[in-house]
C-alpha cells in the first residue's frame, strides 16, 4: 500500500461543478502539499498546511490530522482548472516528500 | 517564495548521447533537488544537491548516469548521461520544502524539462 493514496485517479466534470479531491496518508507528518501540474509539465504550489483549512481564490484545503486525510476543493470550476492535482507529505523524520499519484482533472466547457 | 528557471524546457535527443538541464535559482538556497516523472507517473527523486558537496543519491540512480554540480547556492545542473529511449521523462528541479532539515516551507518547482531519448 502507498504512503499517499489519492482518488480519483481521473476526474472529468462540466464547468461550473464542485470538485472535490482526496489524499489519504499513513505516516506521521509535518505537513501537507498540494500541488498543480500543468500538461507542460511545471508544478506549481497550492498549499502547504498543517492543520484545518486554508483557502485562495476558488481553491480550499482542508485536513484532519487524526484522520490523515485531506481535501482539495474547487468551486465554480473552469476549463483552466484542467490539471493534475498532486498530494505530497513531508515527514518529521525525514526531509523528502512523499508523493501521491496524482489527480488527472478535465474541466468540460 | 522562489523562482526557479529551468532550461530547456524540452529537448529531443539521439540515444547515447547526454543533456545538460540547468537551474538557477532567484535565492540561496541549501538543498536542491532533482526528480523524475517518467510517463503516466508521479514524481521520483532523483538525488539531493548541497552545495559543496557530493550530491545524495536515492536507490536506482548513480552518479555516472545523472552527475549533478552544485557550484553556487542559486545554480544546479543534471546531466543525464548516455541516453537511452527509457530516460524519455520530465525532469525537474526543486527547492523548498524540505529545503532545510526541519523546517517546513514550499515546494517550488523549475518548469520542467521534457526530454523525448529517440
Redo the contacts between chains.
Keep these: 500500500k502507498n504512503e499517499v493514496e489519492q482518488s480519483p485517479q481521473n476526474l472529468t466534470a462540466q464547468e461550473g461543478e464542485f470538485i472535490t479531491i482526496n489524499c489519504s496518508y499513513s505516516v506521521g507528518i509535518?505537513?501537507l502539499?498540494w500541488?498543480q501540474q500543468h500538461p507542460?509539465?511545471?508544478?506549481?504550489?497550492l498549499f502547504?498546511l498543517?492543520s484545518g483549512k486554508k483557502k485562495h481564490g476558488r481553491l480550499i484545503a482542508t485536513i484532519n490530522i487524526q484522520e490523515k486525510h485531506s481535501s482539495l476543493h474547487i468551486t465554480a470550476s473552469h476549463p483552466r482548472d484542467s490539471a493534475v492535482y498532486?498530494c505530497?507529505v513531508?515527514r518529521y523524520s525525514n526531509?523528502?516528500?512523499i508523493?501521491?499519484?496524482?489527480t488527472k482533472l478535465i474541466i468540460k466547457p | 517564495s522562489a523562482v526557479i528557471s529551468q532550461k530547456p524546457?524540452r529537448d529531443i535527443c539521439q540515444r547515447g548521447t547526454s543533456l545538460t538541464i540547468q537551474c538557477q535559482v532567484d535565492s540561496q538556497v541549501t538543498?536542491m533537488f532533482w526528480y523524475r516523472?517518467q510517463p503516466g507517473?508521479?514524481?521520483t527523486?532523483i538525488a539531493?544537491a548541497n552545495q559543496g558537496s557530493e550530491a545524495t543519491y536515492e536507490s536506482g540512480f548513480v552518479i555516472d548516469k545523472f552527475p549533478i554540480s552544485r557550484p553556487n547556492l542559486t545554480f544546479s545542473t543534471l546531466t543525464v548521461s548516455n541516453m537511452s529511449p527509457e530516460d524519455s521523462s520530465?525532469y525537474?528541479c526543486?527547492v523548498?520544502?524540505?529545503g532545510?532539515?526541519?523546517t517546513?516551507?514550499?515546494?517550488?518547482?523549475?518548469?520542467?524539462?521534457?526530454l523525448t531519448v529517440v
Excluded at chain 1, 99 to 102: L, S, T
Excluded at chain 2, 104 to 114: L, M, P, S
Design positions: 509535518s505537513a502539499h500541488l507542460g509539465g511545471g508544478i506549481v504550489s502547504m498543517s498532486i505530497a513531508s526531509y523528502q516528500l508523493w501521491g499519484a496524482g | 524546457s538543498m516523472q507517473q508521479s514524481l527523486l539531493t520530465i525537474l526543486s523548498g520544502s524540505a532545510q532539515v526541519g517546513n516551507t514550499e515546494a517550488f518547482f523549475g518548469q520542467g524539462t521534457r
